[in-house]
């Protein structure tokens, strides 16, 4: 069962390394959270390492520049892996072909940008869907929904394409409003019968991604001196069970009416939540403070 904490200062000792999400913990889509930020870097302080670990198709001096936008602190992080990347290595590796449909949002066409850490990167070419060799989906426009795309997946799925998925978030709350991810199209074109393939949580790449991150800062950190934080239940909970990590639920998020959450959650409906979506993290809390 859960432990409800009111700070991350009382278990934080029992951990060298956080393995934080973003959107939901540290942002909200517009401005950064001052507590998280503060909770944050007086961990760093105390000499813990913290990798923000996000389901953003960015790659990560894209993510680096929009946070900095929204004001999170840069006393309060060390390095980040995004989802972005890891789909990106696959894409450039051929994953779904050289020439590709775009699913995706003027903004995010950094995706596209050579990786040069690969040997032999392949070229890739956006094209129209009919000459297509595969997808790659990195977000929605703001309003639209995975019903805009249900003809274009119905004749992809028909040609046998592959989707790449670089974010498997199904939802995010910009602020107010509720918005589609990547992860909304991909979960679709699979239920059509179609081959998504994702690489960020709660999939193992990403989690690759982050622990090469974590060894690039020069520090050796076992699994189980690791602590994932994360508001979503399908995606940061469910990965980090997966990967034999700790983890650390934000319920003022993405389930906050689910769990009640004004400052902390109502521990019945909490308790009710888990028992229907069958996650258990270790420790649940309001907000990252």
């Not at 992860?183 to 991604?209: E, N, R």
Request: charged share 25%; with cysteine; hydrophobic share 40%.
């Amino acid at each position: 069962m859960t432990q409800i904490i009111n700070a991350l200062s009382e278990i934080s000792d029992n951990y060298d390394a956080l393995f934080v999400d973003l959107w939901g913990c540290v942002h909200n889509g517009i401005r950064a959270f001052d507590a998280a930020n503060a909770a944050l870097a007086a961990y760093r302080r105390r000499g813990g390492k913290v990798v923000l670990v996000t389901n953003s198709p960015r790659p990560r001096a894209s993510v680096e520049r929009q946070v900095d936008r929204f004001g999170v602190d840069r006393a309060a992080w060390d390095t980040i892996a995004s989802s972005g990347d890891s789909a990106r290595s696959a894409m450039f590796q051929g994953a779904v072909g050289q020439n590709v449909y775009f699913i995706g949002t003027q903004g995010e066409l950094s995706f596209f940008e050579r990786l040069n850490l690969l040997e032999n990167p392949v070229d890739i070419h956006r094209v129209d869907l009919e000459q297509a060799e595969g997808i790659v989906c990195t977000g929605l426009y703001t309003g639209e929904t995975p019903q805009d795309y249900r003809a274009p997946l119905l004749y992809a799925k028909q040609k046998g394409l592959k989707l790449l998925c670089a974010n498997p978030d199904i939802v995010v709350d910009r602020g107010e409003t509720r918005e589609w991810c990547a992860g909304a199209i991909a979960q679709d074109y699979t239920d059509m019968g179609g081959t998504s393939l994702y690489f960020g949580k709660p999939h193992p790449p990403i989690y690759d991604l982050a622990r090469r991150r974590l060894a690039a800062l020069g520090v050796d950190i076992a699994d189980d001196r690791i602590l994932a934080i994360g508001d979503g239940i399908t995606t940061d909970i469910q990965g980090a069970m997966g990967e034999g990590i700790d983890s650390l639920f934000i319920t003022g998020g993405l389930a906050a009416q689910e769990t009640r959450t004004q400052d902390q959650p109502d521990a019945d409906a909490l308790a009710d939540y888990l028992a229907k979506t069958g996650y258990d993290p270790k420790y649940s809390i309001g907000f990252l403070r």
